[in-house]
C-alpha cells in the first residue's frame, strides 16, 4: 500500500492503583505503534500532580527505565503521533498539558478538528497564547478554559463546539477522561486490568496486556475513571460515520472494531473482490502485511493458491534517513523483497489495500515483471480515493489522489498491470457485514458525514502553482531484485 496513508495517532490510558502505570502505559503504546511512529508520550498523575515524558520517535526509543521511574501515581495517559496538523517536532509531541484556570490537564488526542482554525482565533482573542501548531492543543486550551462548575459541563461545552473526529483521553490530577466525537470516527474501547480499568485505540493493546476487553466508548459518550470506578455520560448526540477504512488497512488484523475481529473481515474483503473481479492467474499474493488476510480471502474464494511472493523487512520503521542518489538509481527497495523462484513465468494476482499516489503501487508491479512474474493482475481491497479526508487520515489533497483525475482503465495502463479491479462500495458494506449508515465512506463518494470547511487547496483538482506535479506522480524508479541462488 502507499506509505503516503497514514494513520494519525493511537491513544491509551489506565487508572490501576497498586500498579506501575508507566509500565502498562508504554506497553500499551507498544501495542498501537502501527498508529503512529513520529513521537510518543506518557503523563502520569497521583491526585496532587501531572507527570510528563515525550520524545521524538518510536516508543521504545522514546523512553526508558528513567523515564518511567519519573511517572509516579496510579493513572496514566498515553500517546503515539503521526502528525496531520502542525509539523513534525518535539513540541508537537502529545500529551500536551495545560495549566488552566481549571487546574492541570493532560490531553492526547486522535482524530483530526475541522474548525480548529476558528476555535483556535476565538481563544486568541480571549488572550489565550498556544505554543503549538496542532489541533489538539486547540481542544486542551478550550477545555482547560472552559465555563461550568463540574468536569462533565466542560466536556459538554467543548463537545458543543468540536467539530470533526476525536478519540481523547484526558487527565487531571484526580481523574481519567475518555471521550469519543459524535461520528465515533476513530476507535475507542474500554476495558479492564487486574481490577484497574484501561482505555485504547484499539483492543490488541488489552490482549497484550492481559486485560479484558469491556465495551466500545459510544459516539458522543464521555467515560470517566477515577480509583473508585467509572461514571459515562453522552455530552452530544450519536450521529454514527466510523472510518471504514480502519478494517481495510488502518487497524491491527487483532483487534476488535464494532464487535468484528479485523483479520476475517479482511478474508471477506478479498473473497468479495474474488467474486467482483475474478482473475486467470496461477498464483495469489498479498502485499505484506497489510493486504495479507484479504489475499488469502481472494485464494479461498477463487481457487487460485496463495503464496508469499514478496517478503517485507519487518524492521523498517519510520526514518529521516533517505535512500542516496546512488542507491535510488539502483533501485535499492528497503520494504519489500520479492521471490523470483516463486514468482518465475506466473500469472500473479497481487492484493493490495489501497491506491493513493500510485508511486509505491507501480513500483511494486515493476518489481513482480522483474522477478519473472508474466502477468500482474492489481486487485485492490478498497474503492477508488476519490476525495481527501478531513478527519485525520493524511492522504494528501485531492489533485494527489491518482483515482480523483484517472479512470480504472488509466490507472492499470500508468501502473503498467494487466488488469486492474477495485472492490465497490457496495461489495465492501457486504463483507464489512455492517449497516451501511455507520460508516463514513467519503474519500470513495466524497460525501462527508459533517460540513467540512471549503479548503480550496485541499480540494482542487489542480495543484497549487509552483508545485512540481511530478513529485507526486509516477517516477519511473528501477525496482529492486536479489536473486536467491
Ligand atoms: S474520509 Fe475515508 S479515511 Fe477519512 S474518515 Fe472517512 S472513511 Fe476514513
Not at 23 to 51: C, D, K, M, V
Not at 194 to 199: A, D, Q
Not at 444 to 465: C, H, R, W
Amino acid at each position: 500500500m502507499s506509505p503516503t496513508l497514514r494513520e494519525s495517532c493511537g491513544v491509551f490510558g489506565v487508572v490501576a492503583p497498586g500498579e506501575d502505570v508507566a509500565r502498562i502505559t508504554f506497553y500499551g503504546l507498544y501495542a498501537l505503534q502501527h498508529r503512529g511512529q513520529e513521537s510518543a508520550g506518557i503523563a502520569s498523575a497521583n491526585e496532587r500532580r501531572l507527570y510528563l515524558r515525550t520524545g521524538m520517535g518510536l516508543v521504545s526509543q522514546v523512553f526508558d527505565e528513567e523515564d518511567l521511574s519519573y511517572l509516579p501515581g496510579h493513572m496514566a495517559i498515553g500517546h503515539t503521533r503521526y502528525s496531520t496538523t502542525g509539523s513534525s517536532h518535539a513540541a508537537n509531541a502529545q500529551p500536551v498539558v495545560i495549566e488552566g484556570p481549571n487546574g492541570s490537564l493532560a490531553l492526547g488526542h486522535n482524530g483530526n478538528i475541522v474548525n480548529a482554525a476558528v476555535l483556535r482565533a476565538d481563544l486568541e482573542q480571549q488572550g489565550i497564547a498556544f505554543t503549538t501548531g496542532t489541533d489538539s492543543e486547540v481542544i486542551a486550551q478550550m477545555l482547560a478554559h472552559a465555563p461550568g462548575a463540574s468536569w462533565e459541563e466542560r466536556w459538554a461545552y467543548l463537545m458543543r463546539r468540536l467539530e470533526g473526529a476525536y478519540s481523547l483521553v484526558a487527565l487531571t490530577p484526580q481523574e481519567l477522561i475518555a471521550a469519543r466525537d459524535p461520528m465515533g470516527n476513530r476507535p475507542l474501547s474500554l476495558g479492564r486490568l487486574n481490577g484497574g480499568w484501561v482505555v485504547a485505540s484499539e483492543t490488541c493493546a488489552f490482549d497484550h496486556l492481559g486485560a479484558e476487553f469491556i465495551r466500545e466508548v459510544e459516539p458522543g459518550e464521555v467515560v470517566r475513571i477515577t480509583e473508585h470506578g467509572v461514571e459515562s455520560f453522552h455530552a452530544a448526540a450519536r450521529r454514527d460515520a466510523f472510518c471504514i477504512f480502519e478494517y481495510i488497512y488502518f487497524a491491527r488484523p487483532d483487534s476488535v472494531l464494532g464487535g468484528k475481529l479485523v483479520y476475517p473481515v479482511r478474508m471477506a474483503l478479498g473473497a468479495q473482490l474474488a467474486r467482483e473481479h475474478p482473475a486467470d492467474a496461477d498464483v495469489v499474493i498479498g502485499m505484506p502485511d497489510s493486504a495479507t488476510a484479504a489475499a488469502v480471502g481472494y485464494s479461498q474464494e477463487s481457487g487460485i493458491p496463495f503464496i508469499e511472493g514478496l517478503v517485507k523487512n519487518r524492521y523498517v520503521g519510520r526514518t529521516f534517513i533517505q535512500p542516496d542518489q546512488r542507491m535510488r538509481e539502483m533501485g535499492v527497495h528497503l520494504k519489500f523483497n520479492p521471490l523470483p523462484e516463486l514468482l518465475a513465468d506466473r500469472r500473479v494476482v497481487l492484493v493490495d489495500d489501497s491506491i493513493v499516489r500510485a508511486t509505491t503501487t507501480s513500483r511494486v508491479v515493476a518489481m513482480l515483471r522483474k522477478a519473472g512474474a508474466r502477468e500482474v493482475h492489481l486487485r485492490i481491497t478498497a474503492p477508488p480515493i476519490i476525495s481527501p479526508c478531513f478527519f485525520g487520515i493524511d492522504m494528501g489533497t485531492r489533485w494527489e489522489l491518482i483515482a480523483g483525475r484517472m479512470t480504472v482503465e488509466e490507472i492499470r495502463e500508468q501502473l503498467d498491470a494487466d488488469s486492474l479491479g477495485y472492490l465497490s462500495v457496495k461489495g465492501l458494506i457486504e463483507a464489512v457485514g455492517l449497516p451501511k449508515e455507520k460508516f463514513c465512506l467519503a474519500c470513495f463518494t466524497g460525501n462527508y458525514p459533517i460540513s467540512v470547511p471549503l479548503q480550496m487547496d485541499k480540494l482542487a483538482l489542480e495543484p497549487p502553482v509552483g508545485a512540481d506535479r511530478h513529485e507526486f506522480e509516477w517516477t519511473d524508479v528501477v525496482p529492486s531484485i536479489s536473486r536467491r541462488v
